[in-house]
């Protein structure tokens, strides 16, 4: 049996820290709510959470318990506060301050991991450190050359899985080495190498990142409402955002955070890295940002709640919700959760509410969304009352 591991309050101020970042974003692509506007977003995003993934795996292996490694971690947090101070200008005038935010937390993360595994760490923290470094070089330039530095970061990070699956065996004994067959021998698993995962622990620090999240989206509603004198259109419209909220929190919180641990738990401690990647990288990635998307919009929203909505904050409003979704369908198709049609029909019924946003109002736009995401949770209630978790392929394969 497992010790428990649960998520100490060091590591909860590392990620209100961390969501400033998401913040940040929220105001950028507010401010510019285009495709050029949603592309940084993605991009700086996604550049973020890769090292955010690395400090939870991190200090789920490694727990914050000692002087030193505490230090280390509030010195990452001060890391990513230059980081999510730049974000609005990473690519302009503050690219240069995100670089070198971004370079520190590398430095920090590979020295926590040092101190517990030693040169072992070698193996993802020269690729993340390039990675760190491309995205120094990108806030030397403008333009093209800045985009392609960030997209050269990109494809060094998403390469990085791949290089430190399989790496060469260093430290082993030589009697094991003798006794082993030639292809083990050879190599191992970063996971083997690293140390198995705690379930009770990933899935918990993850959920407290999500709910930190829909508070930012919380706060996108007041900060929409500005001086505004509250209205009763105001406050109605206010309570819509929030039962949109809650529905998206409904359908992780309720529906698939408990069966989300049962599939970690039934999974070998060191073959759950690979999961980890696939549920709390990949398919948490369009989560988060759909969260941030729909604060945008929201905030962009709600003190025109009866105006004809642009084409902008309709997207916004309705695409956040819609990549939430596809985000959450995908964290339940990696860990064998169902039923997907009922959200996959929501999300394919959100993005046709941009249309209604645009020819009536914002309200009525939030209205249908609301109609939506009920309807998706009641059907759920009624034809899959006690869905089971199955496992899927990717929790028995080797890690």
Not at 104 to 125: E, I, P, R
Not at 390 to 399: D, F, I, K, L, V
Request: with cysteine; glycine share 10%.
């Amino acid at each position: 049996m497992e010790t428990p591991h649960r998520v100490s309050t060091l590591e909860l101020f590392f990620d209100l820290v961390f969501v400033f970042t998401i913040t940040q974003l929220t105001v950028l692509l507010a401010d510019d709510i285009s495709f050029r506007g949603a592309g940084q977003v993605l991009v700086i995003f996604t550049v973020l959470f890769w090292m955010y993934g690395g400090y939870a795996h991190l200090t789920n292996q490694v727990p914050p318990d000692r002087t030193v490694r505490r230090v280390l971690l509030i010195l990452a947090m001060g890391a990513f506060l230059v980081c999510a101070l730049a974000v609005p200008t990473a690519f302009g005038a503050g690219g240069v301050a995100f670089g070198l935010g971004y370079v520190f937390v590398v430095l920090v993360h590979s020295a926590l991991y040092t101190q517990a595994h030693g040169t072992g760490v070698l193996w993802f923290a020269l690729p993340n450190l390039s990675c760190a470094l491309s995205v120094l070089a990108a806030g030397f330039f403008d333009g093209p050359p800045a985009w392609g530095l960030w997209m050269l970061a990109l494809l060094i990070q998403f390469v990085v899985p791949q290089l430190v699956q399989r790496v060469a065996a260093s430290g082993a004994a030589p009697a094991e080495a003798a006794s082993a067959s030639a292809s083990a021998s050879a190599v191992t698993t970063v996971s083997d190498q690293l140390g198995g995962m705690s379930a009770e622990h990933l899935v918990e620090r993850h959920g407290l990142l999500l709910i930190i999240v829909f508070g930012e989206s919380v706060i996108a509603i007041g900060i929409g409402t500005g001086s505004l004198p509250l209205s009763v259109g105001i406050a109605g419209g206010a309570f819509l955002a929030l039962a949109i909220a809650s529905a998206l929190w409904w359908m992780y919180f309720v529906r698939d955070e408990g069966r989300a641990e049962e599939v970690f738990a039934e999974t070998a401690p060191e073959k759950r890295f690979k999961l980890a990647m696939l549920a709390y990288y990949y398919a948490f990635l369009p989560m988060l940002l759909g969260i941030a998307a729909f604060a945008a919009g929201v905030k962009k929203t709600i003190g025109h709640l009866g105006e004809h909505l642009h084409t902008g904050p309709a997207l916004a409003l309705a695409g956040g919700v819609a990549v939430y979704l596809a985000g959450d369908l995908a964290f339940r198709a990696v860990l064998g959760i169902g039923p997907a049609r009922f959200r996959a029909a929501a999300m394919l019924l959100a993005l046709a509410t941009v249309p209604l946003g645009a020819a009536t109002a914002g309200l009525w736009q939030l209205l249908a969304l609301v109609v939506v995401l009920l309807a998706a949770l009641g059907a759920e209630a009624r034809w899959a009352p006690a869905a089971s978790a199955e496992r899927a392929p990717a929790a028995t394969g080797s890690g």
